[in-house]
């Protein structure tokens, strides 16, 4: 019995609809109303997803499933810091007007217009019927204000020392293989800095 229960949790989870931001911004005044742990946050780790009582105002006992908190490779970052500083917006805007974000900005910068904190860095919420990872921090957010890169040793600020951050595309022989044509120095200035120059590892 009770492992027909975990099945049918399961399944109720994996059949869930995606939750939308879109919907639920016009119901609450401020996103610590349902994420009320992030203001007293000091690590990656903590789960702040909304508890279940948050949505017990609008849904039935049962109706709602909340996830587990999806996996991060961060290793030391704190909400609560971040959350005392104020709105970063105009600071990320300021970076992408001046070229000097350190990757492809896409659209973040129609985002950057906002008096909130929290959709400074988790932006597009507004418009999201499913959260993902467009709706999540870049890691060119982190770098416009923890610009001293000196990779592997400024990795180890953020991120712990066994995460595997290498991408993809790095696989054995990717030195010798890639070529000025295939490789856009924008990607590489992420992890490796601006002042990245190929005979750092040629």
């Not at 957010?141 to 600020?157: A, G, M, R, T, Y």
């Amino acid at each position: 019995m009770r492992y027909c229960v975990a099945i049918l949790i399961a399944w109720a989870a994996a059949n869930a609809a995606p939750f939308s931001h879109k919907v639920h911004l016009k119901l609450v005044s401020d996103c610590t109303q349902c994420h009320a742990a992030a203001q007293s946050s000091t690590r990656p780790e903590d789960n702040l997803l909304p508890a279940k009582t948050s949505c017990a105002s609008c849904h039935k006992e049962g109706e709602v499933t909340i996830p587990a908190p999806p996996p991060t490779l961060v290793a030391h970052f704190s909400h609560s810091f971040h959350l005392k500083m104020g709105n970063v917006a105009p600071i990320l805007a300021a970076a992408i007007d001046k070229k000097d974000y350190l990757s492809d900005p896409g659209d973040i910068r129609r985002h950057l217009d906002t008096r909130n904190a929290c959709e400074a860095c988790h932006r597009g919420l507004e418009e999201s019927d499913a959260v993902s990872k467009i709706n999540m921090p870049q890691m060119a957010d982190c770098l416009v204000c923890h610009n001293q890169i000196e990779n592997p040793f400024s990795c180890e600020k953020c991120h712990a020392k066994t995460a595997n951050l290498k991408p993809a595309s790095h696989v054995p022989g990717f030195q010798d293989m890639h070529n000025k044509k295939s490789v856009s120095k924008v990607g590489c200035a992420v992890c490796h800095g601006r002042e990245f120059r190929c005979l750092g590892c040629h």
